[in-house]
């Protein structure tokens, strides 16, 4: 009697040390390289120009007219959600959509 009950306690513990390792596994956040993703571009397509916000749209957010600021996300209304200011070219991003989500779980 003594024995099934240390052998059905073996069996539990490795059923959840199983399920853990498959957990960690699944859940974790993607280490890879996005960069990697960014510069993989099929041949033959090219990226949409890189949008701007309007002298209108700086003013809404109180940026003064001469900020250079790339729009990154727009709501389903068309309102800018997202926004970067550029001090020099290299900071334009060329697709927005690369952009990987921000995970709370950090």
């Known amino acids: 009697m003594n ?3 240390v052998i059905i306690g073996i069996v539990i513990i490795l059923v959840v040390v199983i399920l853990v390792v498959i957990g960690i596994f ?3 956040p993607d ?3 996005s960069n990697q993703k960014n510069n993989q ?3 033959g397509e090219e990226l949409p120009a890189p ?3 309007t002298d209108q749209e700086k003013n809404a957010f109180g940026l003064s007219d001469d900020v250079k600021a790339q729009v990154l996300s727009r709501d ?3 309102e800018v959600t997202v926004y970067k200011i ?3 070219d290299q900071d334009i991003i060329p697709d927005p959509s690369e952009i990987p989500s921000i995970s709370p779980r950090r």
Do not use: M, T, W, Y
Request: aromatic share 10%.
């Open 3 to 5: 024995n099934k009950k």
């Open 26 to 28: 699944v859940f974790r």
């Open 31 to 33: 280490k890879s390289g």
């Open 41 to 43: 571009q099929p041949a």
């Open 51 to 53: 949008e701007f916000l």
């Open 76 to 78: 389903e209304l068309g």
């Open 86 to 88: 550029i001090n020099r």
